[in-house]
């Protein structure tokens, strides 16, 4: 990990900010529970916030470690869904026959 003086936060404050403001509405809660079944948690977003808020009052370790331990969760959540379609490896054996578009069934 960078030293404190050059280390950065992954996103600005306000990011954090507007992305608890967004997990808090309504929209996006009836979203997610459509979605998923379960209302969003929604904790994270504000913890992110006030750590990135005291690394940048103090440059606290705790702080910056609190976010990189944040945002690698968060990336790795998102790597853990399998892709929808199953990637081909090549072209199906019958590609170029015509469809049977003409056909009733």
């Keep these: ?14 990011d954090y900010w507007w992305e608890w403001k967004h997990c808090r509405g ?3 809660a009836f979203h997610h529970y459509y979605t998923h079944g379960e209302l969003p948690a929604c904790g994270r977003w504000r913890e992110d ?8 009052r103090g440059r606290a370790a705790a702080a910056q470690e609190a976010l ?11 790597q853990k869904y399998a892709p929808v379609w199953k990637l081909r490896k090549s072209p ?5 026959l015509p ?3 003409d056909k009733s069934n």
């Design 68 to 78: 990189c331990k944040s945002e690698r969760a968060r990336v790795m959540e998102k």
């Design 49 to 56: 916030y006030e750590a990135c808020r005291a690394w940048e």
């Design 1 to 14: 990990m960078a030293d404190g003086g050059s280390w950065r936060p992954p996103r600005s404050c306000e």
């Design 92 to 96: 199906p054996p019958d590609w170029y």
């Design 99 to 101: 469809l049977d578009e």
């Design 26 to 28: 309504l929209r996006h």
